[in-house]
């Protein structure tokens, strides 16, 4: 590795807890800075004044770049603004540019209100999506993982009545695919995937749907077909036990609430969001803007450790290989 990688880091909303968890989580990790080269994207004085704030006089001497203007005093934490919305919105679209140009190794995302963003006027799902946009990539998926622990999902930020639509058998096998590689990079050879069922109990041979009989099944011996070593469908309900979960390296999950919902309770405090298949490394806490505790003091910053750290050892890699 000839330097050390440039990660960047996004404010988030300036009316949520993004600001406060990024200098209070490098200020409790000064060896980040031994190990990167760190830039903020974002609104100099919201990050200025969250230095301020919960810093207790430590100096903050991290760069900023200016991608808003935003003013202390021109947003109140915890409420939804359309400019906060607009300003986390930028600070997203700047850095995931620049890294899609070089000029950075990764971006590591605080929380944005996606409520926020759609107020300002501009159409919003999510980073993922985002995100994906601004490189070209139309096959990407979403991953949450902690550990061992590693969750794809074949549909995000779209209705409940939406997802037998877009839970289609080739977006199962794409989706495993990209779930599969990631492993790999990971140091697993040969990767062992558990796949959800659409429906609760798999269907119950299509006395509870059809889609698992007409879809997923299909998909899944397709897959083994191929070599892959994927099983299921399971039901959702025990997919997610320990001894179920043991047996896999990694977990498909149709939709947003099967996998998050679980996730969440096993490791909200160490969970990390990524957006697989992309040319740039993407990853993010895998919480919200947290209005209610906004401006406190009183966020976890783990999540958002965890993703810097996963950011940073992805970065290391990419540039080994250069």
């Not at 899609?100 to 107020?119: H, I, Q, R, S, Y």
């Not at 993982?145 to 209705?159: D, K």
């Not at 990209?178 to 798999?202: D, F, M, Q, S, Y």
């Amino acid at each position: 590795m000839k330097r050390k990688p440039l990660i960047a880091l996004t404010m988030g909303d300036p009316a949520g807890i993004g600001p406060e968890i990024i200098v209070r989580m490098l200020a409790a990790h000064p060896e980040f800075q031994a190990e990167a080269d760190i830039v903020v994207y974002g609104c100099p004085e919201v990050v200025e004044d969250a230095a301020g704030r919960f810093l207790s006089g430590q100096d903050f001497r991290y760069p900023v770049r200016a991608t808003g203007s935003m003013k202390v005093g021109g947003f109140h934490f915890g409420e939804l603004s359309a400019q906060c919305g607009r300003e986390a919105y930028e600070a997203v679209c700047a850095a995931a540019r620049d890294a899609l140009a070089g000029k950075v190794d990764a971006v590591v995302t605080a929380p944005v209100n996606k409520a926020a963003v759609n107020l300002a006027g501009i159409p919003f799902t999510g980073h993922t999506e985002l995100i994906a946009g601004i490189c070209g990539t139309d096959d990407f998926a979403m991953m949450q993982s902690a550990g061992n622990l590693r969750i794809a999902f074949v549909t995000t930020h779209i209705a409940l009545k939406d997802v037998p639509k877009f839970a289609t058998r080739e977006r199962i096998i794409k989706t495993t695919r990209l779930l599969e590689n990631a492993v790999r990079a990971e140091g697993i050879t040969e990767p062992k995937i558990g796949i959800a069922a659409i429906n609760p109990h798999a269907g119950e041979n299509g006395n509870m749907g059809t889609e698992d009989e007409l879809v997923t099944k299909p998909a899944v011996m397709h897959m083994r077909e191929m070599g892959m070593k994927v099983e299921g469908p399971f039901p959702p309900d025990t997919l997610f036990i320990k001894s179920t979960l043991d047996r896999f390296d990694g977990i498909i999950s149709m939709y947003h609430d099967q996998g998050h919902i679980p996730f969440k309770m096993l490791a909200f405090d160490r969970g990390v969001n990524s957006t697989l298949g992309l040319p740039v490394i993407r990853t993010s806490v895998d919480h919200g803007t947290a209005f209610e505790i906004a401006g406190k003091g009183i966020a976890d910053t783990g999540s958002f450790a965890a993703a810097f750290r996963i950011a940073l050892k992805r970065s290391r890699a990419r540039l080994e290989w250069q």
